[in-house]
């Protein structure tokens, strides 16, 4: 049976759709055994809308191909000999169409999506004990002598796994033994998103302030993360920033010059 | 009227620079109290002064804020509108006087005359901004004018001189024909010379705001003019101010083709608009086409500015603009294609390449799923659970730059594809070389994607700034596949027979909505844009030197600063479908003649 015009740009759509909801899963769960990794609601909406827009326009912008597809829908809705299934069709559509604004609007429990910034902007400036620290100059200052890079990045091991490895991880991958009891979980440095788009000046805030050093703007930001400041120096803190870079064989972003 | 504007527009400047001192008295005099420092003693310019809600008048209960938006954004529309066209309205002129194609001039005559008609009230919203800016920030006003005073002076005197070259060169064109073309274009340079210098000056102050230059820290001007206007932020926004107003320009007159198209009752008429039509979406496109590279190459230069400005645009919570604005990319992507698509109708029988269009629209979807997913995803409690953490392993890696550069690379070369198919397809190749040419170019195609694709795979696995680097061997294949594609399509089409004719005119009405679209799109993309690039200031007039004072510093919610936008855009499009009203009425000379169907001139 040859497929009617107007009906293959729904298939194509129903195929999207079908590859938004469970083909991107399926590689995640491939990716990231144990979880079922759906694409938030949020963007399945637009992702679908523009591919039905785009199939749309694919079909409109053909003379011959609309001119068919509109004498398909004349027949449809005109003919006599297909007023059962024209008004199956126009039911199952309308009811489609109150279950999902009766979806839409029925009660929940479930939270409201949050908009969580992961990297919030720091302050220009900030001070620890009297001394401020100026974001936009300041440079790590262990980088400038190599010889003693080694010995650094070691001292920085020592110090990462007598303090953060319990969240941030053995590996660095944020999955510590304490990751799942956080929300926000603890981050992971190996994933490309987080240190390896910092500056080591940014690290130093969030590492040296902690959850509560965060901008007032985005509260409440439930960060678990420690004032390490009040437990660590100032040079422990640029050796456990070294260790973070070296592990993971990430590069801190630079100012260019 | 636009005299009138200007005048009040010059004396508002003459009265701020000289009367600049008195205005800013009062703050100035709460800071006597303070030590002055030796540099504000050595230059005699104060440095920028603190103010205080007092400091702010009000009126009623206008909201300052939003009065000075509204009227800043409407007179950033209708200039980048009136700088825009000029452009290519010169471009076009000189393409129809060395072709002897007397089309091409009336064409250009017609663009040039919507952007007359727009002009005036350029200068009227612009009189309205300054005037706003006096009455309720005059702290502000009075600042800027301390140190851009001479700036603004010679903006003033461009804007009458820039008034003077348009009226010139548009009521000159029918009296400067033939011999007197020569002239006439030059008076067109002189006219864009003249708007580009104005748009450049009035962006020093724009950039001034946010990436101060010139001054201290405490906001003392150590006298130095230049230095204030190249600033670090000058020149990045110049390019990306000008190409955006070619295109915003095409835009706008496409949409004025498409209003004519609809209306037009005889087949000269559909004829003459639809080439019009035509043509603006190509300048459009053309110009659209290295706006991303110039708004990365923004971003870089705000993040390397400061780098709390820099993830205050990308990652706060003007991230959730920025999804916005890839949709509203995406929407003019799409129209602009589909006008491209609908345009294969103007040819005789089908098009041999025309099945290509739905790989083409595959590979389009594609990319602007790339494009738009978010570096953060909006996700409830239950997704994140589901996903095991924020970290999504497939959408993930699509939300960083590497993933969107090769995405919108990709895209660039799709649009551009569909444009060449439409050209080669009223073309035959006779000779056999012109077979081999072809299949080259189908093999340099394949190798750009390849490339492109590669580098930003490539991309994940280098550090941040090498990263960044990677965009310019992908925006370069990208220009080098677009270019070595015009040669070798120029080359073939001068030297073979043309199969097909094009039959302007023949083309669905709703392929006109398509450059409704375009200008719907454009300008709210602008206005969002213009929003986000002001508002990463924060709570500063001028950044980490300034403060405002006012009860308005604070960053409003999302939803109200893009209704003031769309309301921008409304009102602006609503007087811009006046002017579109007005240039049609003055219409005595018909379009009688015109091409109904012409040899291939696209």
Same mark, same amino acid.
């Given at each position: 049976m040859k497929v009617p015009r107007a009906i293959r740009p729904i298939l194509v759509v129903a195929l999207a759709y079908a590859i938004v909801e469970a083909g991107i899963p399926a590689i995640g769960a491939l990716l990231k055994p144990g979880t079922w990794p759906v694409v938030p609601a949020h963007l399945a909406r637009i992702y679908l809308f523009f591919i039905a827009n785009v199939v749309l326009l694919y079909t409109a912008a053909d003379e011959v191909l609309w001119g068919r597809v509109r004498g398909e829908l004349r027949y449809f809705f005109g003919a006599d000999e297909v007023r059962v299934v024209r008004t199956l069709v126009i039911a199952a559509i309308s009811l489609a169409g109150g279950y999902v604004a009766y979806d839409a609007v029925r009660p929940r429990l479930e939270t409201p999506p949050e908009l969580r910034a992961i990297h919030p902007a720091p302050p220009a400036s900030f001070s620890i004990g009297g001394k401020a620290y100026d974001l936009s100059t300041l440079n790590n200052p262990l980088r400038a002598d190599k010889s003693k890079f080694a010995d650094h990045v070691k001292a920085g091991a020592e110090l990462y796994f007598k303090n953060c490895f319990f969240c941030h991880g053995d590996k660095l991958d944020g999955k510590g033994h304490y990751a799942d009891a956080f929300h926000p979980r603890p981050a992971n440095f190996r994933d490309v998103g987080t240190i390896a788009q910092l500056r080591e000046s940014y690290l130093f805030w969030r590492i040296a302030t902690g959850g509560p050093g965060l901008p007032r703007e985005g509260w409440p930001w439930m960060s678990s993360m420690p004032i390490w400041h009040r437990f660590l120096s100032e040079t422990e803190i640029w050796q456990v920033i070294l260790f973070l870079y070296d592990f993971t064989g990430q590069a801190p972003r630079v100012r260019d010059s | 009227m636009k005299a009138l504007a200007v005048m009040l527009l010059l004396v508002l400047v003459l009265l701020a620079s000289g009367g600049g001192r008195a205005l800013v008295a009062s703050p100035s005099g709460a800071m006597a109290a303070e030590t002055v420092s030796a540099a504000e003693a050595a230059v005699g310019h104060p440095g920028a002064p603190k103010l205080t809600p007092p400091d702010y008048p009000r009126y009623g209960g206008l909201n300052s804020r939003v009065v000075v938006w509204v009227a800043a954004q409407l007179h950033l529309f209708f200039a980048a509108f009136v700088l825009g066209v000029p452009i290519f309205v010169l471009a076009i002129e000189f393409i129809g006087w060395r072709n002897r194609d007397p089309r091409y001039?009336?064409?250009?005559? %017609?663009?040039?005359?919507?952007?007359?008609?727009?002009?005036?009230?350029?200068?009227?919203?612009?009189?309205?901004?300054?005037?706003?800016?006096?009455?309720?920030?005059?702290?502000?006003?009075?600042?800027?004018?301390?140190?851009?005073?001479?700036?603004?002076?010679?903006?003033?005197?461009?804007?009458?001189?820039?008034?003077?070259?348009?009226?010139?060169?548009?009521?000159?064109?029918?009296?400067?024909?033939?011999?007197?073309?020569?002239?006439?274009?030059?008076?067109?340079?002189?006219?864009?010379?003249?708007?580009?210098?104005?748009?450049?000056?009035?962006?020093?102050?724009?950039?001034?705001?946010?990436?101060?230059?010139?001054?201290?820290?405490?906001?003392?001007?150590?006298?130095?003019?230049?230095?204030?206007?190249?600033?670090?932020?000058?020149?990045?926004?110049?390019?990306?101010?000008?190409?955006?107003?070619?295109?915003?320009?095409?835009?706008?007159?496409?949409?004025?083709?498409?209003?004519?198209?609809?209306?037009?009752?005889?087949?000269?008429?559909k004829a003459h608009y639809d080439w019009m039509g035509h043509t603006a979406n190509g300048v459009a496109i053309v110009a659209l086409l290295p706006l991303p590279f110039a708004g990365y190459w923004m971003t870089k230069e705000i993040y390397d500015y400061s780098q709390q400005m820099g993830i205050t645009l990308m990652g706060g919570v003007f991230a959730w603009l920025f999804i916005i604005q890839a949709v509203l990319i995406g929407t003019i992507f799409l129209a602009a294609n589909f006008y491209l698509w609908c345009g294969m109708?103007?040819?005789?029988?089908?098009?041999?390449?025309?099945?290509?269009?739905?790989?083409?629209?595959?590979?389009?979807?594609?990319?602007?799923?790339?494009?738009?997913?978010?570096?953060?995803?909006?996700?409830?409690?239950? %997704?994140?659970?589901?996903?095991?953490?924020?970290?999504?392993?497939?959408?993930?890696?699509?939300?960083?730059?590497?993933?969107?550069?090769?995405?919108?690379?990709?895209?660039?070369?799709?649009?551009?594809?569909?444009?060449?198919?439409?050209?080669?397809?009223?073309?035959?190749?006779?000779?056999?070389?012109?077979?081999?040419?072809?299949?080259?170019?189908?093999?340099?195609y394949i190798a750009a994607v390849a490339n492109i694709v590669w580098l930003g795979v490539y991309g994940y696995f280098v550090p941040a700034n090498v990263r960044i680097g990677l965009s310019v061997p992908q925006v370069a294949t990208t220009l080098l596949v677009i270019v070595v594609c015009v040669v070798v399509d120029e080359a073939i089409a001068s030297r073979s027979e043309r199969v097909h004719m094009i039959h302007w005119g023949r083309m669905p009405t709703r392929a006109q909505y398509a450059l409704f679209t375009l200008a719907v799109a454009f300008t709210w993309l602008m206005g969002l844009m213009g929003y986000i690039r002001s508002s990463i200031r924060q709570h500063w007039h001028v950044y980490t030197v300034m403060r405002d004072g006012s009860a308005d510093a604070f960053t409003p919610t999302i939803g109200h600063a893009t209704s003031i936008v769309s309301a921008s855009t409304l009102v602006f499009l609503l007087l811009i479908l006046f002017v579109f009203w007005l240039s049609g009425l003055g219409r005595g000379q018909a379009v009688a003649s015109g091409p109904v169907a012409a040899p291939a001139t696209p």
């Open positions: - | 001039d009336r064409m250009a005559h %017609e663009f040039i005359k919507i952007s007359m008609g727009a002009f005036s009230l350029t200068a009227t919203s612009g009189g309205i901004l300054v005037f706003a800016l006096v009455a309720l920030y005059p702290g502000l006003f009075a600042y800027l004018t301390g140190i851009f005073g001479p700036v603004m002076l010679l903006y003033a005197l461009l804007f009458l001189a820039e008034t003077a070259c348009l009226y010139a060169y548009y009521y000159g064109w029918d009296a400067m024909q033939g011999r007197r073309k020569p002239g006439h274009i030059l008076l067109g340079l002189g006219l864009n010379l003249v708007g580009t210098a104005l748009m450049v000056l009035s962006n020093s102050w724009a950039t001034f705001m946010m990436a101060p230059s010139g001054v201290d820290a405490r906001g003392v001007f150590a006298g130095d003019v230049w230095a204030a206007v190249a600033g670090p932020l000058w020149t990045p926004l110049n390019v990306h101010r000008f190409l955006a107003n070619i295109a915003y320009g095409g835009a706008i007159v496409g949409a004025y083709a498409a209003y004519r198209f609809i209306a037009a009752r005889t087949p000269g008429e109708a103007r040819l005789d029988g089908t098009s041999r390449t025309a099945y290509l269009v739905k790989y083409i629209a595959g590979v389009l979807v594609i990319c602007f799923l790339v494009w738009f997913t978010p570096h953060t995803l909006v996700m409830t409690a239950r %997704e994140t659970a589901a996903l095991g953490g924020a970290y999504h392993p497939v959408l993930g890696p699509l939300g960083l730059m590497s993933a969107k550069n090769t995405a919108v690379n990709v895209m660039i070369l799709a649009t551009f594809l569909t444009y060449q198919l439409f050209r080669r397809s009223m073309v035959r190749s006779t000779q056999s070389w012109m077979a081999r040419a072809t299949r080259l170019q189908v093999a340099f």
